[in-house]
């Protein structure tokens, strides 16, 4: 289930074009619940790939410099340490 929050967000759509109306202000959330697939793979010269598609055909993509990954790894680390989930 794909879950997208649009804040400010207002388009113009003419003739089968999309165009923005107004000021520059939007910002979004996207959330992916219900992940049947995750991979990680090279993006470019610096960056990490995380892909996740739901088993809708919805797909979040996120490109991560190698420390934020790492960082990440480190909290998945902690929660496995910690969390009660992982038992």
Known sequence: MLNLIVDDFMVEIKDGAIKNVGPSNKSGTA??????SAE????GDK???IVCEDD??????????PEQVRSVA???EALED???MFE
């Open 56 to 65: 809708e055909g919805n797909e979040v993509q996120v490109a991560l410099f």
């Open 31 to 36: 959330k992916l619940f219900d992940v049947e």
């Open 82 to 84: 910690d969390s009660p």
């Open 40 to 43: 990680a793979r090279e993006f």
């Open 47 to 49: 960056r990490v790939k």
């Open 74 to 76: 480190r909290d998945i």
